[in-house]
């Protein structure tokens, strides 16, 4: 199996050095969006009348081709917020996911609620490029950073008033959470094989820092998935393809949202 994270590890070198060219993290911290007021996710994802899902717009993916061409980021992230997302994940890789920064700025200018930037951070510039493309949170993934990267580039997030989303996948990453870490994501994908286990998230659940909020990833596909996963201490629940791949991903959303709430009311 081809590491696709190694690729795409170094991918991003390569954006981010033509990057440094073009716009200088000065640039950078006169964009308009640089010293807007940030909305907390971590927040947003205590409120219990929300629902927790942070929705995602994704229009490829490394395992499942493409996902979604027609329905434009405008249209469904504008849905996911109306109809109760705790948060929005925008993908801003081009390559891989066929995002870009543009399109979490399009979303920014038409949501309130909080947005993670969801690409693959190994350099601080792109923690100050989060900032100027409006987003609120960054994802940090331990499975590319060493411990000592996921310090520096928490602690820069922090100090520029974002919030930080560690993504890992086994008990050993644990070792990476710093103290600007908000909240650890379990990706129940695994992304040398691509399978999905959903067991992943609830396996290491009782293990995660007390202090850090808990958000499952990934292959999130029904109701009863998220009950058993709040009931494991989860608070959010990352979901991309399921409601991406539908007709109209904001119905199914809305749709899915309703049942949720019907059957944790019951
Ligand atoms: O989704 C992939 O194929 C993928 C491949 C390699 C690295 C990351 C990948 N996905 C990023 C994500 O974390 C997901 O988009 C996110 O958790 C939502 O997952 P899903 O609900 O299964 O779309």
């Known amino acids: 199996m081809k590491d696709i994270l190694a690729e795409i590890v170094a991918y991003k070198r390569t954006v981010v050095a033509a990057a440094k060219q073009q716009r200088t993290i000065s640039d950078l911290e006169n964009a308009p969006l640089f010293n807007r007021s940030v909305v907390s996710l971590v927040n947003f994802l205590q409120q219990p009348q929300k629902s927790g899902i942070i929705a995602e717009y994704k229009r490829k993916s490394p395992s499942r081709g493409v996902i979604n061409d027609r329905n434009s980021v405008e249209e469904v992230t504008q849905a996911y ?9 925008v993908l801003t890789d081009d390559k891989f996911f066929g995002g870009s920064s543009e399109d979490l700025t399009k979303a920014r200018t038409l949501v309130e609620i909080p947005i993670l930037r969801k690409d693959f951070i190994v350099d601080e510039y792109q923690v100050y490029e989060a900032r100027a493309i409006g987003a609120d949170v960054i994802l940090l993934i331990a499975e590319c950073l060493t411990k000592e990267e996921v310090l520096h580039l928490s602690g820069v997030a922090h100090n520029l008033g974002m919030e930080v989303l560690l993504e890992m996948h086994t008990e ?5 959470v710093s103290e600007h870490v908000n909240m650890v994501g379990i990706n129940n994908r695994d992304l040398v094989t691509f399978n999905v286990d959903i067991d992943r998230s609830i396996a290491l659940a009782a293990k995660l820092p007390a202090d850090k909020l808990k958000v499952a990833e990934s292959g999130i596909d029904n109701i ?35 049942a949720l709430a019907q059957t944790t009311s019951k």
């Open 81 to 89: 917020a109306n109809c109760g997302a705790s948060g929005l994940s």
């Open 172 to 176: 050993a990453q644990l070792d990476k």
């Open 224 to 258: 009863d998935t998220i009950v058993t996963l709040r009931n494991a201490g989860f608070k959010g629940f990352l979901m991309g393809e399921y409601f991406m791949k539908q007709e109209d991903p904001g119905k199914a959303f809305n749709d899915f949202v309703n």
